[in-house]
């Protein structure tokens, strides 16, 4: 007699088998499924559209190692970096194209602010120097304190310009500092434009018992050219002086005034001198070569042989025929040299180059 299997496991073999045949009709592409081509329309065979196109973002550093200021600066595909420093003496400018190493250069003396600036390219239809303001970096430094009181040796003394006498004074009840006397100094008496040599304005002032006044009394220092350029500023006295350094841009006599001015008192004391400015470029004017738009000037040269500092800024300035200017740029000087890349300039006659407080005039080439 033959025994026949419980009903329970030919449910069971059946319910298996039925599940197995399920898995397998579920069973995902192999790898030829996954890495067939894509033929869609509009499809690229050469395109991947999950490819990232990575942007180079611009960065600008700028800082001091000890006595040397770096920079550093990257961007776009003809951007350029743009530096000042400001000095006594007057702003120094430097330019040139990013993405590439940047010599470290001196601190200028006694500089107490430098701005770095990255711009975008310059658009071909534009006049300005410099494209679109990217980023901009400033390092303000320690300002240096003068030695008020350490005489120079007695042949480093440089000549003193005149001084004029000082106005008396108009002494107010109840004032509790009254300037009795004073003197104004200016030296050199004729400073040499370029070679770095400020003027130092110094308002020596004096109380009714012959003693200097009291720190913190505030003095205004004007300087006025012949040709109209004007300086100012508000100093302070230290121990009895009010000292200023300046560097003008055009030759010329300068006047100097030192006034003491309190509210009520249009002059509570009044004192003047007067200097004299000139250029330090050698000769009347430097050598100009056009080559289609490539401009090359110098060799520049200063009075005593040397050649000016790189970086020294040089203005070019394209003038129609009423003298007004069609395209200007600041332009380093590198090597005794200035080269530029020039416009077309539609109108323009002549080129009009300013340096170390000389003006000189060229016929536009160009």
Excluded: K, Y
Excluded at 152 to 161: C, L, N, Y
Excluded at 188 to 198: D, M, S, T, Y
Excluded at 254 to 282: K, N
């Amino acid at each position: 007699m033959t025994r026949r299997p419980p009903r329970t496991l030919l449910l069971t073999a059946l319910l298996t088998a039925l599940l197995l045949s399920g898995l397998s009709g579920c069973r995902p592409a192999g790898p030829a499924a996954s890495t067939a081509p894509h033929s869609g329309p509009g499809s690229d065979p050469g395109s991947d559209p999950d490819t990232v196109t990575l942007t180079r973002l611009p960065t600008l550093s700028l800082g001091t190692r000890g006595e040397i200021l770096t920079l550093s600066a990257a961007g776009p595909d003809g951007a350029t970096w743009w530096l000042t420093c400001d000095t006594p003496a007057g702003p120094l400018r430097w330019n040139g194209p990013a993405n590439q190493p940047v010599a470290p250069r001196p601190l200028p003396p006694q500089a107490h602010r430098c701005d770095a600036s990255l711009h975008a390219p310059a658009s071909p239809d534009s006049a300005a120097p410099a494209g679109t303001l990217l980023l901009q970096r400033t390092l303000r430094l320690p300002r240096p304190v003068p030695l008020l009181r350490e005489d120079p040796p007695v042949s480093e003394v440089p000549p003193v310009s005149e001084v004029t006498a000082a106005t008396a004074p108009a002494t107010r009840p109840g004032s509790a500092v009254t300037v009795a006397s004073g003197t104004v100094t200016v030296t050199p008496a004729r400073l040499r434009i370029g070679l770095r040599e400020p003027w130092l304005l110094r308002a020596d002032l004096r109380g009714p018992d012959g003693q200097p006044v009291p720190d913190g009394v505030a003095v205004l220092l004007t300087a006025r050219g012949a040709g109209g350029e004007t300086l100012s500023a508000t100093r302070v006295t230290v121990n009895g002086e009010a000292l200023w350094q300046l560097t003008p841009e055009t030759p010329g006599e300068f006047t100097f005034t030192a006034r003491v001015i309190r509210a009520g008192q249009p002059d509570a004391w009044r004192g003047s001198a007067r200097a004299q400015a000139v250029s330090a470029l050698l000769g009347a004017a430097p050598q100009l070569l056009w080559a289609g738009d490539e401009l090359t000037l110098g060799p520049l040269r200063w009075v005593t042989g040397a050649l000016p500092d790189d970086g020294t800024p040089v203005t070019l300035h394209a003038l129609s025929r009423s003298g007004a200017t069609l395209w200007s740029a600041v332009l380093p000087v590198a090597q005794g040299q200035v080269r530029a890349r020039v416009p077309d300039v539609r109108g323009a006659v002549s080129l009009r180059v300013r340096f170390a407080g000389q003006e000189v005039r060229f016929p536009w080439q160009h």
